[in-house]
């Protein structure tokens, strides 16, 4: 079954660009979208993005302007990079993969925690 | 945005329970309405997709139901692994939004 994996440092200074990586295996990134998705310590979940495997994107209006989402099929992965980032960035941080009925999360990594800090 | 709203933010139940989680949306979102289960350190697991439909390999003590604005989650006969969190999450437009979570605790 389709397994994601996100990678990236756990730790960013402010100011600084966040980037993670998620892993695509045990299936093709074809016909789906992927996204990101993180939850600040305390609080709901958040939508941030996603890609289509084609290439488009579409980002939560809060983060568009620091926010993109990229895709490389050869490497079966996904990235995401958020610049400028404060202390308010700071989550965990799950990639996802899209259903292709109702839109739907139904696959997620397990999550990386990431802290914004000096 | 699409604003969800739980309710209760928390609820205590016991093993063999039935147990009901509503979510409310600010506007329509026909069924595209889906629940999700967060345990501590591990990712959120999809549940119920578009208000009533069981994901593959969900226990069928879960149920989804509703439209429009006005959904369900219930789960009949509790078990010891069912206490978490659980989140509504909206799919019909983006932003996709979730609600504030409603935390299932044992009695």
């Known amino acids: 079954q389709v397994h994601l994996q996100e990678s990236g440092p756990g730790l960013v200074k402010p100011s600084e660009t966040l980037s993670l990586t998620c892993t695509v295996s045990g299936g093709s990134m074809s016909g789906y979208f992927w996204g990101w998705i993180r939850q600040p310590p305390g609080t709901t979940l958040e939508w941030l993005g996603y890609?289509?495997?084609?290439?488009?994107?579409d980002y939560n209006p809060s983060l568009r302007t620091r926010l993109a989402v990229s895709m490389d099929t050869s490497k079966s992965q996904f990235s995401l990079r958020l610049s400028s980032v404060a202390a308010a960035d700071t989550a965990m941080y799950y990639c996802?993969?899209?259903?292709?009925?109702?839109?739907?999360?139904?696959?997620w990594g397990q999550g990386t925690m990431v802290t914004v800090s000096s | 945005d699409i604003q969800m709203t739980q309710s209760p933010s928390s609820l205590s139940a016991s093993v063999g329970d039935r147990v009901t989680i509503t979510c409310r949306a600010s506007?329509?979102?026909?069924?595209?309405l889906n629940w999700y289960q967060h345990k501590p350190g591990k990712a959120p697991k999809l549940l119920i997709y578009t208000a009533s439909s069981l994901e593959s390999g969900v226990p069928s003590r879960f149920s989804g139901s509703g439209s429009g604005t006005d959904f369900t989650l219930t789960i009949s006969g509790l078990q010891p692994e069912d206490f978490a969190t659980y989140y509504c999450q909206q799919s019909y437009r983006t932003p996709q939004t979730f609600g504030q979570g409603t935390r299932l605790e044992i009695k």
């Open positions: 890609i289509y495997y084609s290439g488009s994107t």
């Open positions: 996802v993969r899209v259903s292709a009925v109702g839109g739907a999360f139904d696959i």
């Open positions: 506007q329509t979102i026909t069924t595209f």
